[in-house]
């Protein structure tokens, strides 16, 4: 079975511009979270879907927005980048049916530098 | 405000020796507590786990200790392998509500051949 795939894997950005992320799961897997790992925060929590519905949400300002297929891939878009947001965007499946489940497969990341 | 903290950011052991890596929280509500592993280029993956009504758990080399009342668990591998050079995320959750993980900032483990 294949694992979480995240296109792209690096990214370079100006500030201002806005970027696109996307995460296909491990098949048969419906929830599908997003984190964002800097050097000094760890991994924090962005948000997750299920089923084409935000379930969960962490912290982040609106300019951080996401979105599910109905065939479980998700997307993440930033809107008018800031160098903050230089960071390792993660995105992890799970089997999830009624609740948020912390058995998840993350995959590789994707690395956004912001300009 | 960092509700799991992970107070050092790096730690080197030699091989065969044990490597003890340390997690506190803040949050009481917490009951599931969980250590994923890091590579570079590579997602983390999860370790190991403990529930709250546990205070050890055993995997092989790696157990997990979780001391309630001083709110902090440990990890401890034993005996270190120059494979478990990485960065060690601790994360803990309320599970009984559904609730999302919260991370720790990581620490660096180094195994010296």
């Known amino acids: 079975k294949a694992g979480v795939t995240q296109t792209p894997r690096y990214l370079i950005k100006t500030r201002g511009q806005q970027v696109t992320l996307s995460c296909s799961p491990i098949?048969?897997?419906?929830?599908v979270s997003w984190y964002q790992q800097t050097p000094g925060q760890g991994l924090q929590f962005l948000f997750e879907y299920f089923s084409e519905t935000q379930r969960n949400k962490g912290n982040f300002p609106g300019r951080f927005s996401g979105r599910q297929f109905s065939n479980s891939r998700s997307e993440m878009n930033v809107s008018t980048l800031e160098l903050g947001d230089s960071a390792l965007y993660l995105c992890a499946s799970s089997q999830a049916e009624l609740i948020y489940s912390y058995e998840q497969y993350f995959g590789p990341g994707t690395r956004l530098t912001v300009t | 405000d960092q509700q799991v903290k992970q107070n050092s950011p790096s730690l080197s052991v030699q091989e065969g020796r044990i490597s003890i890596l340390n997690c506190d929280y803040t949050n009481s509500m917490f009951d599931y507590f969980l250590w994923y592993k890091k590579y570079p280029a590579e997602g983390p993956t999860f370790l190991i786990s403990i529930s709250s009504i546990k205070d050890k758990n055993e995997d092989g080399r790696f157990t997990v200790f979780l001391n309630k009342s001083a709110k902090h668990l440990s990890l401890h591998i034993v005996p270190s392998q120059p494979g478990d050079s990485a960065v060690y995320f601790c994360?803990?959750?309320?599970?009984?509500?559904?609730?999302?993980?919260?991370f720790g900032t990581g620490t660096r483990l180094a195994v010296r051949p």
């Open positions: 098949s048969g897997h419906r929830s």
């Open positions: 994360a803990a959750g309320k599970k009984s509500s559904g609730d999302k993980l919260t």
